[in-house]
């Protein structure tokens, strides 16, 4: 009895820092970790490198915050943050291109809602940088986050440059670009055409999210589960929802999408190998009818295609869902490891509440 209420509590102690206050934890890629060198005896040996103490910094484009622009709030921030700083966003529309750096860890864009605070811009990847070159697609991005544990809540991101009629070249625009590791996003929006969300690189969880755009409006080597979103197709006259970039048979990259909606205007391709290793899976996932003859696109990639790309669903349903599931039903065991947080290591940086 003593021994095993001794035990539970320590799993909850266990729980408690792994579960709740996951951002708290080390993590190698913020501090290196040397326990030998750390002879500050008061800290038993414990390395606690995560963020201590809060920041609230205000935005107002009214003028009664802190600050009028949301850029000038992230460079108020110093290098090497250690605190958690919630960045709230008053309602508006902040027309300003938005850069999180590496080193400012641990910062959350809080708006006053999805439908009333805006953060945008409108480079194209043929647009020109101050350096007189082409910015290409990535730099196009209106908010770029390089930074770990970054999370934004309840505000939308726009790419307002206008969508690119059929065959026209160098119109990606990005919205929002996630480079770091453990981001989390609810409520939030994400408006573009040609690849409005830049799912570049890390772990990344997507809860009641809206994605709008046309052509691979989802794309990038991101391990990333998006849940509870609605994934909302613009185009006009062919497009394609995710664009995978997983290059190797090693990484644990690939998108999964977990009890979302797929709505709009077709046809498209649900899924298309941008990397020859390319993972996608759809769970319990709503499709209007708009899902292109096949559901899937290879990228040309013929030769070894079939054994790399890893294109799945399960339990799907809607009018497009027989497109997108012919010959891609997996079984619970092989679709089992995309169906939950384990997917993103969501356990150590996710509170139970926010999954
Ligand atoms: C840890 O620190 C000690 C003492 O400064 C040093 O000798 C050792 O190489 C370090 N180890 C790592 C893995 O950085
Ligand atoms: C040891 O750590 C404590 C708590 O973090 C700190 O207050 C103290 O200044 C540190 N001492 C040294 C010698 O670094
Ligand atoms: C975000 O918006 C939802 C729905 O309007 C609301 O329930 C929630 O409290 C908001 N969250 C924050 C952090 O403001
Ligand atoms: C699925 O998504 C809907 C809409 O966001 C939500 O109300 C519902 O709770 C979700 N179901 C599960 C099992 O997560
Ligand atoms: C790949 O699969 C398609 C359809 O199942 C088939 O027509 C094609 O021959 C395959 N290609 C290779 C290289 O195996």
Redesign the pocket.
């Known amino acids: 009895m003593e021994s095993s209420s001794l035990s539970s509590l320590l799993l909850f102690h266990v729980c408690f820092f792994l579960c709740l206050a996951p951002p708290l934890l080390a993590t190698s890629s913020v501090v290196n970790a040397n326990t030998s060198s750390n002879t500050n005896t008061t800290k038993h040996n414990h390395i606690w490198i995560g963020p201590i103490g809060h920041r609230l910094i205000t935005v107002d484009i009214k003028g009664s915050g802190h600050f009028r622009s949301v850029q000038d709030a992230v460079d108020a921030v110093p290098e090497n943050n250690r605190k958690n700083v919630l960045i709230q966003i008053s309602p508006g529309n902040y027309v300003e291109k938005v850069v999180v750096p590496e080193t400012k860890p641990y910062i959350t864009f809080q708006g006053g809602g999805r439908e009333s605070t805006f953060v945008e811009w409108h480079d194209r990847a043929c647009d020109r940088g101050a350096n007189g070159q082409q910015l290409r697609t990535y730099r196009t991005a209106s908010v770029t986050v390089y930074a770990n544990y970054f999370s934004a809540r309840n505000i939308s991101f726009k790419n307002t440059a206008p969508a690119p009629k059929p065959g026209m070249q160098g119109w990606q625009a990005v919205a929002f670009r996630i480079s770091g590791d453990k981001a989390y996003f609810s409520g939030c929006g994400f408006y573009g055409a040609q690849d409005t969300l830049c799912d570049d690189a890390g772990r990344h969880y997507f809860k ?1 999210c809206y994605i709008e755009g046309s052509i691979d409006f989802i794309f990038g080597n991101g391990r990333s589960m998006y ?2 979103c609605e994934v909302h197709s613009i185009a006009t006259r062919f497009g394609s929802i995710g664009a995978h970039d997983r290059n190797r048979a090693d990484e644990k990259t690939g998108f999964a999408f977990v ?1 979302c909606t797929v709505t709009g205007t077709g046809p498209i391709y649900v899924g298309r190998a941008m990397g020859q290793y390319s993972r996608i899976v759809y769970a ?1 996932t709503y499709f209007d009818d708009l899902v292109a003859h096949g559901g899937w696109d290879d990228w040309g990639h013929v030769n070894n295609n079939n054994k790399t790309v890893f294109f799945g669903v399960y339990k799907c349903w809607g009018p497009g869902a027989a497109t997108v599931s012919r010959d891609r039903e997996l079984d619970f065991e092989t679709a089992h490891p995309f169906l939950a947080k384990s997917f993103v290591n969501g356990r150590h940086w996710i509170a139970p509440s926010d999954a």
């Open positions: 009641q849940k509870d009890n319990y």
